[in-house]
């Protein structure tokens, strides 16, 4: 059986005010935010901009990018120390295509502090696609976000390296992945039913839930396998297009969602903030507008064990699924 926390889960529902510190100065720092044309990363991206960040928009419309940042660029006043704001090609849905984003990105830069995970897809029509002919929701989610991330790697370790022997504390440098409320609320034991990944259900909201406790699992294995500070976050609910596929979610659900800047506090919080402790930037869960997850369901916390931790190993199993599944377009 499946425990669930409901006071937790009123408290992501109905979450209590911001309460972490002032992130500072981001000068100097460089990010990457997929998804950052749009939503809540665009609010993120406005968020670093203004606190003199460098960050990259990565996604697959130049010309929504460009907007956004001559929007982000126009809004904000002339006293503030603004950062720099550039687009990145990225095409999640289509791994050959991203290990040209990841040399792009390298050709400018030699430093990456931290990578949001940020954009996604949510319930698109059953039997939908991706480039390769994988189930499009943990094609986008899971997949194009490891093998990116895979691919970052490199720069990210040595951002890292370089940091710490500044005299920098663990976690300046950071992978940040989005997951969802929903995963506490209704995937299946374990998270993950592995035989799902070759014979998808016809269920869209069972394969949101899959690729969402896959970037769970993913910010754990991480953080496990590199030693590098990884964590995912339930941004809160937002009104946003992800819902593009499920119009009506906006109408029934309207109580309970917030504007993108509010849940852009959570993307901030998880990428920038002081005020997580080193144990929880290895893989912990971050919950609205800013706070630690300390009661995530148990059978979740197993999943990100190995067997011989008492767990269960099916964090392993899906890292492993996703390197075996992305292997030859590294």
């Known amino acids: 059986t499946i425990t669930i926390k409901m006071g937790s889960q009123w408290s992501q529902f109905f979450p209590p005010k911001p309460s972490f510190g002032e992130i500072g100065s981001q000068n100097g720092k460089t990010f990457i935010v997929t998804g950052g044309a749009s939503g809540i990363g665009y609010e993120l991206t406005r968020m670093l901009y203004e ?23 126009d809004a904000t006043p ?137 970037n769970m699992f993913l910010a754990s294995e991480l953080a496990r396998r590199y030693g ?24 029934l659900a309207w109580p309970l969602l917030h504007k993108p800047a509010m849940a852009a506090l959570t993307q901030l919080f998880a990428g920038v903030s002081q005020d997580i402790g080193e144990a929880d930037l290895k893989g912990g869960y971050v919950l609205p507008w800013g706070r630690v997850s300390t009661n995530l369901r148990d059978d979740l916390l197993e999943a990100m064990k190995l067997p011989e931790e008492g767990g269960t190993g099916r964090a392993s199993e899906f890292w492993d699924y996703c390197t075996e599944t992305t292997s030859k377009f590294s």
Request: proline fraction near 5%; charge should be positive; charged fraction near 15%.
């Open 228 to 251: 590098i500070a990884s964590i995912s976050t339930n941004p809160g609910a937002a009104s946003t297009n992800l819902f593009r596929y499920t119009p009506s979610v906006k109408y």
């Open 51 to 73: 606190k003199g960040g460098h960050v990259y928009i990565a996604g697959r419309s130049e010309s929504k990018a460009q907007a956004a940042i001559k929007e982000i660029a």
């Open 78 to 214: 002339t006293t503030t120390l603004a950062g720099k704001l550039d687009f990145l090609y990225l095409e999640l849905d289509d791994l050959t295509s991203i290990k040209a984003s990841v040399n792009e990105f390298k050709s400018k830069e030699n430093k990456l502090h931290v990578l949001w995970n940020n954009a996604g897809i949510s319930r698109p029509p059953v039997g939908s696609l991706s480039k390769q002919g994988i189930e499009l929701q943990v094609a986008t989610n899971c997949l194009g976000p490891f093998l990116f991330t895979q691919l970052l790697l490199p720069i990210i370790q040595a951002t890292a390296l370089t940091e710490t022997e500044a005299g920098c504390p663990f976690g300046l440098v950071r992978v940040v992945w989005t997951s969802s409320q929903s995963v506490e609320l209704t995937a299946p034991k374990g998270g993950i039913i592995m035989s799902e990944l070759q014979h998808p259900p016809v269920d869209a909201t069972r394969l949101y839930n899959t690729s969402k406790a896959g």
